[in-house]
């Protein structure tokens, strides 16, 4: 039954929407009041923040935290794009060994 209830709500709406082409699926969006359009816009916005909050609770280390939050701040702030947010994290990384290896021999 679930098999049936995805065909219909997805693969049906698909299929009408390549039939049919532009113009009647840009009239259903133009249908669609301004107020759901501007509300999905800002769910749309919070999906950054909704999957760094799942991560860290997934996660649960609370001493790294921190660094997940850098890493987000200059995602979505800075720019900065994915491998040099990656760079960066493994600079982070080595420093934090680094430290633990001479805290551990003094």
């Known amino acids: 039954m679930p098999n049936v209830f995805n065909f219909v709500l ?11 082409g532009a113009g009647p699926v840009q009239a259903i969006i133009n249908a669609i009041p301004k107020v759901i359009i501007d509300g ?18 997934c996660i649960n280390v609370k001493h790294i935290w921190y660094y997940f939050l850098i890493g987000f701040f200059f995602s979505s702030f800075l720019n900065i794009n ?5 760079l960066i994290a493994v ?3 080595a420093m934090a060994y680094y430290r633990e290896m001479d805290r551990e021999v003094a």
């Open 40 to 57: 999905l816009a800002v769910g749309g916005g919070m999906i950054g923040a909704v999957g760094l909050a799942l991560l860290l609770k």
């Open 82 to 86: 994915p491998i040099g947010i990656t």
């Open 91 to 93: 600079v982070c990384v």
């Open 10 to 20: 997805f693969s049906v709406p698909v299929f009408l929407a390549i039939y049919l």
